[in-house]
């Protein structure tokens, strides 16, 4: 064998060997292994300072191409909000009929209690392959593998996958990895809501599991169902675009629109913790 | 021969090299899309590096940066990137040596190759994690080769600088 070959597969044996080692370092740990750990912590200010650097020629850049945009849009949000300010109105009366009809049931009351510790958005994988997010808090703050990342508006984005000392890794709903316990709002029936590749460029996931005849239309709310007690309930995914079959045709699967808006986000919340008190 | 310190100052300067184009790569071309897709700088590095450094030192060095690529930045799983880069770190060593002398063309051979081959991995580690979808992975993969490639013309002038200016030199 000539020195040359030798030398490549002494190489590629290396390379095995530490992928091996890296693989097995990331499953016995419970967030993040010490290598990735070190390497995130001394990552994180360059992060930073690439995440200021982009959002502030964004910023810049926007500001002088979307003026007219952001006139029109001031004007539809007016509007939207008079809309919004009816429909509190109607959800009032609704909730307070919801109450009384809750007391005439004895129906117990569910109070979902979330800690949230908010973080910034560092870095959004600019990637083709999948869809994850490097936010600005870590292990340090309580974030561990498995808490779900939410928007201000209460919207889900996704769930942290790694954790190191002050960063964490998300992956996104959209992601084809990512797969939610989901459940529609309207008819309170369960499903499971699935990144998917060929969705994933166009922002969109789907809701899967869900009977060859399911009672959905478009627009229905998409939440979680918080079964298993894993992520908590009732978190807002998103809403039905479309129901068509599945690639199989045996199945019928929705394409959710997801109401976070998760290229654009700047800021996120991160759930600690969550009670359910029955 | 080289002293020792000028081999290990002419590997900072690679190093550093390839952290501008790490950055570049973050900053730039992370906020554009052509043809829909991403530009993937990365695989390029380490097979332009071992085109010029060839043999033994490119490879390790391949092998370093896929590592670095594997704690910083998503990968299918941890270690894609050390094995991906150190795969095409060879194979481009093996051009260099056997196919074509170290230059433009060649450098434009071993990026194609480079791309192509951590394409292909992607879509043999999606395809046996049960993702599907073949036909769109090795369109997205072929798109954003070809989207790559052209800069190309950007990181061949300087590593191709770094390796004449430490071989001119010395």
Redesign the interface.
């Known amino acids: 064998m000539k020195q040359t070959d030798k030398f490549a597969i002494m190489l590629l044996s290396i390379a095995a060997a530490i992928a091996v080692l890296l693989s097995i370092m990331t499953y016995l740990s419970t967030n993040s292994s010490i290598l990735p750990d070190i390497a995130g912590v001394i990552a994180t200010p360059f992060r930073s300072v690439s995440s200021t650097i982009t959002n502030t020629i964004d910023g810049c850049l926007a500001y002088m191409s979307d003026f007219d945009a952001l006139k029109e849009e001031n004007e539809r949000l007016k509007l939207q909000i008079a809309e919004m300010e009816e429909e509190v109105r109607q959800a009032k009366a609704d909730s307070d009929e919801n109450a009384r009809l809750r007391d005439l049931a004895e129906l117990r009351e569910q109070r979902r209690d979330l800690h949230l510790e908010s973080a910034r958005v560092l870095e959004q994988d600019a990637s083709n392959w999948s869809s994850m997010l490097t936010i600005s808090k870590g292990t340090s703050q309580d974030i561990e593998t498995g808490d779900c990342v939410i928007t201000e508006a209460g919207y889900l984005v996704g769930v942290v996958t790694e954790a190191g000392l002050n960063w964490a890794t998300v992956r996104t709903i959209l992601d084809s990895s990512s797969s939610i316990g989901a459940m529609i709002f309207r008819s309170g029936a369960s499903a499971l809501a699935q990144g998917d590749f060929a969705l994933m460029s166009e922002g969109r996931l789907t809701l899967s599991y869900l009977g060859t005849t399911p009672d959905l239309v478009s627009g229905d709310l998409v939440m979680t169902s918080g079964l298993g007690g894993y992520y908590p309930s009732q978190v807002v995914i998103g809403s039905v675009e479309e129901v068509r079959a599945s690639d199989d045709g045996l199945d019928q699967v929705a394409v959710v629109r997801p109401s976070a808006d998760i290229e654009s986000l700047t800021q996120v919340f991160v759930v600690t913790s969550f009670d359910i008190v029955e | 021969m080289m002293p020792k310190s000028y081999i290990v100052f002419k590997w900072v300067i690679y190093s550093l090299a390839t952290l501008f184009m790490m950055?570049f790569q973050?900053?730039l071309?992370?906020?554009i899309e052509i043809m829909?897709?991403?530009p993937?700088l990365y695989p390029m590095l380490p097979a332009v590096v071992s085109m010029y450094e060839g043999?033994?030192r490119g490879?390790?060095f391949s092998?370093i940066f896929?590592?670095?690529c594997?704690?910083?930045?998503?990968s299918?799983?941890?270690?894609?990137f050390?094995?991906a880069f150190?795969?095409s770190a060879?194979l481009s060593s093996r051009v260099a040596e056997d196919l074509l002398s170290p230059g433009f063309l060649c450098g434009i051979l071993v990026s194609a190759l480079s791309l192509a081959l951590t394409g292909c991995l992607?879509i043999f580690i999606?395809l046996l994690?049960g993702?599907?979808?073949l036909e769109?992975?090795a369109w997205?993969a072929l798109i954003?080769s070809l989207a790559t490639l052209p800069f190309a013309v950007i990181v061949l002038p300087i590593y191709g600088t770094i390796h004449k200016r430490c071989a001119v030199d010395y």
């Open positions: 950055a973050a900053l071309l992370n906020q829909g897709v991403i993937f043999g033994r490879p390790v092998l896929g590592l670095v594997d704690l910083l930045i998503p299918p799983f941890k270690g894609f050390t094995i150190t795969l060879l992607r999606g994690s993702g599907g979808y769109l992975m997205i954003e």
